[in-house]
C-alpha cells in the first residue's frame, strides 16, 4: 500500500500522486513530497529506483530487515532505520520504519502497520501545519511519535516490576523467577532498541548533516533528552 502527499509554496496540497505527478513534485524544489510504503511490492520498488533514483543498497535494506537502527548519508539523501515496538502474542517485537530524507522529499518504508506512522499520516491529510515546515521537520514529527510510543511500554514494564516487587514475599520463588526472567528479557529488548537510537540523534541534533536545517535540528534534541530519559528509566 503507497500513500503519497504533495505541497507546493503557494498553498497547493495533492494526496494520491501518480508516478508522472511525482515526478513533477520533485522538480519543484521549494516543495515536499512525502511517500509512505506499507508492504512494498514491485511497483513501488520501481517508484523508489526510477522516480526517486535511490540507490539500490537503499531499496535491499529497505526490504530487508535490519538488525539495528543506523544512519547513512548518501549524496541526495539521508537514509535512517529506525524501530518502533509493539507486543505480539505477548512479547515485545520491534517493528522497523526506514526513512530517506531528501531536500524536498521523504519516504516512509514499513513491512506492517506502525500505529505512530499512521496517525501522522492522518494529521497531514487534515493538513496539519507541519507539512509545511519541510522534509526534515516532517521528519521530526515522525520520528518523535515513534520514539514518544515507547512510553506506555516502559510504564508497563515499570507497573510489572512493581508488582513482582510486592509479590516476593508471598508467591512462590519459582513463579516469580520465570516472570522476572520475562521481564528482564524486555528490558534487554528496550536496551538494544533505545542504545542506537540515542547515537542517531545525537548525530542529528549536531546540525551537521545535510538535509536537515540548523533551526530544526534543535527539535532531534528534543527526541534525544527522552531517549536519556528512557533509557535511565530502562
Wanted: with cysteine; charged share 30%.
Amino acid at each position: 500500500m503507497i500513500r503519497s502527499y504533495c505541497y507546493t509554496p503557494d498553498g497547493a496540497f495533492e494526496c494520491g500522486l501518480k508516478p508522472d505527478q511525482l515526478r513533477g513534485a520533485l522538480a519543484h524544489e521549494d516543495g515536499l513530497v512525502w511517500v509512505d510504503i506499507e508492504g512494498p511490492e514491485d511497483s513501488e520498488i520501481e517508484l523508489l529506483l526510477e522516480v526517486f533514483e535511490l540507490h539500490p543498497l537503499t531499496v535491499e535494506d529497505c526490504i530487508m530487515p535490519n538488525v539495528r537502527p543506523k544512519l547513512e548519508d548518501f549524496e541526495r539523501y539521508l537514509f535512517v532505520v529506525l524501530q518502533g515496538l509493539k507486543r505480539e502474542d505477548g512479547k515485545l517485537k520491534n517493528v522497523e520504519l526506514d526513512v530517506c530524507l531528501g531536500k524536498n522529499f521523504l519516504i516512509t518504508v514499513r513491512s506492517e502497520p506502525i500505529k505512530s506512522v499512521d496517525e501522522d499520516c492522518a494529521r497531514v491529510e487534515r493538513k496539519s501545519p507541519i507539512f509545511k515546515r519541510g522534509a526534515d521537520f516532517l521528519f521530526y514529527a515522525i520520528a518523535d511519535s515513534l520514539i514518544d510510543s515507547y512510553f506506555p511500554i516502559l510504564d508497563e514494564v515499570e507497573a510489572r516490576v512493581d508488582e513482582l516487587e510486592t509479590r516476593l514475599l508471598s508467591d512462590k520463588t519459582q513463579i516469580i523467577l520465570k516472570e522476572l526472567l520475562n521481564v528482564y528479557s524486555e528490558l534487554m529488548v528496550l536496551r538494544r532498541t533505545l542504545t542506537p537510537h540515542r547515537d542517531i540523534l545525537n548525530r542529528i541534533n549536531r546540525a551537521d548533516l545535510p538535509f536537515i536545517k540548523p533551526a530544526n535540528a534543535i527539535y532531534f534534541r528534543d527526541i534525544y533528552d527522552h531517549l536519556l530519559r528512557m533509557s535511565d528509566l530502562v
